[in-house]
């Protein structure tokens, strides 16, 4: 059974930073890709930032350079580390696995592309 479990979400002032924990669980973690997704309420979800099985990763345009997504294969985590927070990031984060029997090659954030995600984790961030 495939499991998902955000932690690491809190309430931070601008300009702070918070790290994001995904711990992955029933499924082959080394081979998939991996995403970070958000949703603010009344917006739909945002793909944040993507990872792929060799460690690629790729990110939206407003989080470059403010975030960083990794993968510690050995413990089967997931990690995104949130620098320089704004007013705008604000949002239930989620993480998803793109689960396959193959080596997932080139990372993204296709939230069609998931079949599996957490429960999400609360990022609120104030002024």
């Known amino acids: 059974q495939v499991q998902l479990v955000e932690s690491g979400g809190g309430s931070v002032q601008s300009g702070g930073s918070l790290r994001l924990s995904c711990a992955a669980s029933?499924?082959?973690?080394?081979?998939?890709?991996m995403g970070w997704f958000r949703q603010a309420p009344g917006k739909e979800r945002e793909g944040v930032a993507g990872i792929d099985s060799g460690g690629i990763t790729t990110y939206t345009d407003s989080v470059k350079g403010r975030f960083t997504i990794s993968r510690d294969n050995s413990k089967n985590i997931l990690y995104l580390q949130m620098n320089s927070l704004q007013l705008e990031d604000t949002a239930m984060y989620f993480c998803?696995?793109?689960?396959?029997?193959?080596?997932?090659?080139?990372?993204?954030?296709?939230?069609?592309?998931?079949?599996?995600w957490g429960q999400g984790t609360q990022v609120t961030v104030s002024s």
């Open positions: 029933g499924f082959t973690y080394t081979r998939s890709c």
């Open positions: 998803a696995a793109q689960v396959t029997y193959k080596y997932c090659s080139g990372p993204h954030v296709r939230p069609e592309w998931y079949g599996y």
